[in-house]
């Protein structure tokens, strides 16, 4: 009767045994086809990350031509604006002189 009982416990801790064998083994098909699908995911998402920062460092590129442009006509306003200044005064001075002509020539007359 022992024999029959020891062989029923050993029957069983092997068919558990095998059972537990082939879940284990299907669950690390499942994990590695998980992890395949990962790397090709990160790969994925590395070149889109190289392409956005190739596309920030053109970018940052522009913006500091812009930035030397945007410098370059302030300070070609600045100047602008001072030849203006002083083209008033001319014009003042010129007719301020037109006025005292007038009045030289009207006293003449």
């Known amino acids: 009767m022992t024999t029959w009982l020891l062989t029923t416990v050993l029957l069983s801790i092997s068919i558990y045994l095998l059972v ?3 879940y284990y083994r299907t669950l690390l098909k499942k994990e590695k086809k998980g992890n395949i699908i990962i790397k090709g ?3 994925d998402a590395e070149v889109v990350i190289r392409k ?3 596309q920030l460092q053109r970018s940052l590129g522009n913006i500091d ?3 030397d442009e945007l410098a370059k006509i302030k300070n070609d306003l600045k100047s602008l ?10 014009s003042e001075k010129l007719r ?6 007038k009045g030289k020539i009207e006293a003449l007359l």
Do not use: P
């Not at 301020?96 to 002509?101: G, S």
């Open 81 to 90: 604006r001072t030849r203006n200044s002083q083209y008033r005064m001319e």
């Open 96 to 101: 301020q002189t037109i006025k005292d002509l």
């Open 65 to 67: 031509i812009l930035s």
């Open 41 to 43: 995911t990160l790969g």
């Open 52 to 54: 956005y920062q190739i």
């Open 20 to 22: 537990m064998v082939f």
